[in-house]
């Protein structure tokens, strides 16, 4: 239950970040590492589709009818005006590197690929490459997927062969790498 978790940052997150900020912390945690990690942590994200909720998108929808049809017009004219204007970055697939690098003081560099085993595979190659070449001594990798909502759904069960609704799940992990010089510093 990713709501019993609670996130350091009071900026507006939707689940897919703070699903990426719980794990983030937990494997810090276990890590032995405290929440300032500065500009030699690199953070490595295999961010989710991107993720939107059925009654926003509903919202949109009929604040865009113009006698039950949908209005380009008036979509541009006033549903974008009036919906909330910070409900776009909920769904960012950037925003989980946002949120971690806020919570933890995370000033090095980051790579966002999308979802997928090869993405989530070259995130892992790209983090220990780093550490290699001694840009940093430390690597946050993290997979993060909010794939239970409308828009993703929606998605996985247009793709030929559909993904079948029970083999979806809301999922995020963290990987922490280190050097082995900054791990025996600790």
């Known amino acids: 239950d990713w709501s019993s978790d609670v996130c350091s940052s009071d900026l507006f997150m939707g689940l897919q970040d703070e699903m990426a900020v719980v794990v983030a ?14 500009a030699d942590t690199g953070l490595y994200l295999c961010s989710g589709y991107i993720p939107f909720e059925e009654a926003d998108l509903q919202q949109i929808l009929r604040w865009s009818l113009d006698d039950g049809r949908f209005s380009m017009a008036r979509f541009a004219a006033e549903a974008v005006q009036r919906a909330h204007p910070l409900l776009t970055f909920r769904c960012l697939p950037n925003m989980p590197a946002f949120h971690i690098s806020v919570n933890f003081a995370l000033q090095g560099p980051y790579v ?6 090869g993405q989530l595979y070259q995130a892992l190659e790209l983090a220990a490459a780093a550490l290699l070449e001694g840009r940093i001594s430390r690597a ?3 997979g993060v997927a909010h794939q239970q909502n409308f828009l993703v759904r929606h998605h996985l069960a247009r793709l030929e062969p559909p993904v079948p609704p ?15 010089t900054a791990a025996s510093a600790r």
Do not use: H, I, K
Not at 25 to 38: E, I
Not at 112 to 117: Q, R
Not at 168 to 180: S, W
């Open 25 to 38: 912390g937990r494997a810090l945690q276990q890590a032995g590492l405290s929440a300032d990690l500065g």
């Open 112 to 117: 966002v690929t999308y979802p997928g085993a």
């Open 140 to 142: 946050l990798v993290v």
């Open 166 to 180: 029970e083999q979806v799940r809301d999922a995020a992990g963290c990987l922490v790498l280190e050097t082995e």
